[in-house]
């Protein structure tokens, strides 16, 4: 590959991941690829526990696509004690010391994993933050009754600057190297909040994080609200924005996971995952078959309800 990537168009981009997600990891990264444009060249960071295994596969794809670089970097002793819930790893946190990790950069993109991307990258790398320490979606315009609550009794009047999601995002490592917000990341590791890292950031970054359309994290939340015609959603964000969002946008599945379950969008990882080097026709032959027997289970009213919430989403599930 020698030194082509120093004439290209160089992003950044951070993930954070376990073991457990190298599948999903593998997949992610495959639409990354599959989709950047003929000039970018992806600068990739993995920041993880101790676990020699985790490279795996992954790496193959630095072979296979000739469009980007790894760096895995391995992360011990930073919140041991972080509060965890829903099964959510340690390595959630990890996104929080980009800043410490990472100092090649003063800017990167950062994104979860159970994500599949359908455009180049380069239009968000290139937004200005200004005095921003990130830029994100907010969530509050799709938000559920409940997580509503949960997010107004969290931040207090700080709701008032939004909620905004951290599966996608841009950090201003600069500044927040300047700002040493780090350690204010650091000391709320432990506190119980149900969003973990989610809720640190918009408690400790209220009123400097720069929104962006829904196209960057287009989230389970986001489709079912734009797909149901919601009104808060269309008054945050003109046609054209929801449009871009339902063809090309980052597709974040924050709920149901479609290599687990049956879920809204499924199809869009199925058919990157079927044609990645990480695709296993073992999984894929159980996976379909559990799918099947639980249909079957079903009584006929709870399939009728199916097919009609089908229909309803424009034919995907």
């Given at each position: 590959?020698?030194?082509?990537?120093?004439?290209?168009?160089?992003?950044?981009?951070?993930?954070?991941?376990?073991?457990?997600?190298?599948?999903?990891?593998?997949?992610?990264?495959?639409?990354?690829?599959?989709?950047?444009?003929?000039?970018?060249?992806?600068?990739?960071?993995?920041?993880?526990?101790?676990?020699?295994?985790?490279?795996?596969?992954?790496?193959?794809?630095?072979?296979?696509?000739?469009?980007?670089?790894?760096?895995?970097?391995?992360?011990?002793?930073?919140?041991?004690?972080?509060?965890?819930?829903?099964?959510?790893?340690?390595?959630?946190?990890?996104?929080?010391?980009?800043?410490?990790?990472?100092?090649?950069?003063?800017?990167?993109?950062?994104?979860?994993?159970?994500?599949?991307?359908?455009?180049?990258?380069?239009?968000?790398?290139?937004?200005?933050?200004?005095?921003?320490?990130?830029?994100?979606?907010?969530?509050?315009?799709?938000?559920?009754?409940?997580?509503?609550?949960?997010?107004?009794?969290?931040?207090?009047?700080?709701?008032?600057?939004g909620y905004f999601y951290s599966g996608n995002l841009i950090?201003?490592?600069?500044?927040?190297?300047?700002?040493?917000?780090?350690?204010?990341?650091?000391?709320?590791?432990?506190?119980?909040?149900?969003?973990?890292?989610?809720?640190?950031?918009?408690?400790?970054?209220?009123?400097?994080?720069?929104?962006?359309?829904?196209?960057?994290?287009?989230?389970?939340?986001?489709?079912?609200?734009?797909?149901?015609?919601?009104?808060?959603?269309?008054?945050?964000?003109?046609?054209?924005?929801?449009?871009?969002?339902?063809?090309?946008?980052?597709?974040?599945?924050?709920?149901?996971?479609?290599?687990?379950?049956?879920?809204?969008?499924?199809?869009?990882?199925?058919?990157?995952?079927?044609?990645?080097?990480?695709?296993?026709?073992?999984?894929?032959?159980?996976?379909?078959?559990?799918?099947?027997?639980?249909?079957?289970?079903?009584?006929?009213?709870?399939?009728?309800?199916?097919?009609?919430?089908?229909?309803?989403?424009?034919?995907?599930?």
């Amino acid at each position: 590959m020698g030194d082509n990537n120093l004439i290209m168009n160089t992003i950044p981009i951070l993930f954070t991941f376990d073991g457990s997600l190298k599948t999903a990891a593998g997949v992610c990264l495959t639409s990354l690829l599959e989709n950047a444009g003929p000039d970018t060249f992806y600068d990739i960071f993995i920041l993880h526990e101790p676990d020699p295994h985790i490279s795996g596969k992954l790496t193959d794809l630095a072979s296979h696509y000739g469009n980007c670089r790894f760096t895995f970097r391995e992360v011990r002793g930073e919140f041991e004690e972080g509060y965890n819930i829903r099964g959510i790893p340690e390595t959630a946190y990890f996104r929080l010391l980009a800043p410490e990790r990472i100092p090649e950069y003063d800017k990167i993109l950062y994104s979860d994993v159970d994500v599949i991307f359908r455009e180049d990258l380069s239009k968000y790398y290139a937004i200005d933050l200004k005095d921003n320490y990130f830029a994100g979606v907010d969530s509050l315009p799709a938000i559920n009754a409940d997580d509503l609550l949960y997010a107004q009794k969290t931040l207090g009047e700080k709701i008032k600057n939004g909620y905004f999601y951290s599966g996608n995002l841009i950090l201003n490592l600069k500044l927040l190297r300047q700002d040493n917000k780090i350690e204010e990341f650091r000391g709320l590791g432990d506190c119980h909040f149900k969003f973990q890292d989610m809720d640190i950031i918009n408690l400790t970054c209220s009123g400097r994080i720069l929104p962006l359309g829904p196209s960057f994290c287009l989230s389970t939340y986001y489709y079912d609200s734009i797909m149901s015609g919601r009104e808060s959603v269309k008054a945050a964000f003109g046609k054209d924005e929801l449009d871009h969002a339902m063809k090309s946008g980052i597709v974040h599945y924050n709920g149901a996971k479609p290599w687990k379950e049956v879920c809204p969008n499924m199809d869009i990882w199925w058919s990157y995952y079927r044609r990645s080097i990480f695709y296993d026709e073992e999984f894929t032959h159980k996976f379909w078959k559990d799918q099947t027997y639980r249909l079957e289970k079903m009584s006929l009213m709870k399939r009728i309800k199916l097919v009609g919430r089908y229909f309803r989403k424009g034919g995907r599930m």
